[in-house]
């Protein structure tokens, strides 16, 4: 069956570096466009971005120029480098496929 399973959250001041990743399995990884979402306290699930199976990428307006979304497909694993992380990217991180498969969630936390 599909697992997603995220890693690499964590807590962080203004401005620093965090990179999350996803390990996938049970499905093709190469042949899948793979997405990160996030979702903050009272705030609705929303797409920070997605790669598709080509390589090609799209960003939430919010992050884009600061995060980046790349993946192995040596290694089944997706990756979102985050870089001048701010308070308002505190939310827990969920890595996405094929529609409806969710992994469970990394929490990301930035102190001003």
């Known amino acids: 069956q599909v697992q997603l399973v995220e890693s690499g959250g964590g807590s962080v001041q203004a401005g620093g570096s965090l990179r999350l990743s996803c390990a996938a399995s049970?499905?093709?990884?190469?042949?899948?466009?793979m997405g990160w979402y996030r979702q903050a306290p009272g705030k609705q699930r929303e797409l920070v971005a997605r790669?598709?199976?080509?390589?090609?990428?799209n960003y939430a307006d919010s992050v884009k120029g600061r995060f980046t979304i790349f993946r192995d497909n040596a290694k089944n694993t997706v990756y979102l480098q985050m870089n001048s992380l701010k308070p308002e990217d505190t939310a827990v991180y969920y890595c996405?496929?094929?529609?409806?498969?969710w992994g469970q969630g990394t929490q990301v936390t930035v102190s001003s």
């Open positions: 049970g499905f093709i990884f190469s042949s899948n466009a």
């Open positions: 996405q496929t094929r529609g409806d498969y």
């Open positions: 790669i598709t199976s080509g390589g090609s990428t």
